[in-house]
């Protein structure tokens, strides 16, 4: 599913976009669901509990602009796509500043939007799995590929990747593990670890060693499991990504 938020202080305009949203996603398969807001400071709100995938953002509007809007966005997200709404094409290269992924110009033709929301569709489509996380720094997308494994240390838990970095997220190891299972590579090793099978280099009876050259345990109860799990995901027919 996209998570499209639309963000124009003209509700006129607000509701001919949206409205051209839900005519694209008629035409598609692809499930939409659609947040509209009238103004910055409530949309920078919704970023506390929400992941969205677009957002349209009128650039001229009153209190809060869009650009400083965008700005704040990118300290919370820096991986969702703005697409700026301008009655002028003279915030172009600001646009840059935020990395914008493209702007339009007012009258909005429904042509030239359902062009843009084709592209950010298939751009979804063809992104490696992925996961979405609040840290400390904000929202931040993830790659399965780049994760060597998860580790619980009591209420919080660690990620490390493959380059070396270690992320701190606040919620459960078990939060992770209704996302992040078989069918995407992961298992359980340890009650307190889940390890990315692609990213495991050798192991042994009680130990892991991962790309980078970590170790990490292999309990008893997990041994047999992890070994199904590895081997299975090794000589599947698909790659995991």
Known sequence: MLRIAVCDDEKEYLEKIEASILNWMEGGDLPVRIYCFENGDDLLSALNGITFDIIFLDIVMPLLDGMDTAREIRNKDQNVKIIFLTSSPEFALDSYEVKAYNYLL??????????????????????????????????????????????????????????????????????????????????????????????????SNNEIITRSGRSIPISRGYGKAFQEAYFTTMFQDETIN
């Open 106 to 203: 007012k009258p909005i033709s429904d042509l030239k939007l359902s062009a843009i929301l084709d592209e950010c569709s298939l751009a979804s489509s063809q992104e490696p799995k992925n996961i979405t996380l609040k840290t400390a720094l904000g929202y931040q997308k993830l790659y399965f590929q780049n994760i060597e494994y998860i580790e619980a240390q009591n209420k919080k838990v660690l990620i490390f990747l493959r380059d070396n970095s270690i992320l701190e997220v606040s919620q459960p190891l078990r939060s992770f593990e209704d996302q992040l299972t078989r069918n995407n590579g992961f298992c359980k090793c340890h009650r307190s670890y889940l390890v990315y099978l692609p990213n495991v280099n050798h192991f």
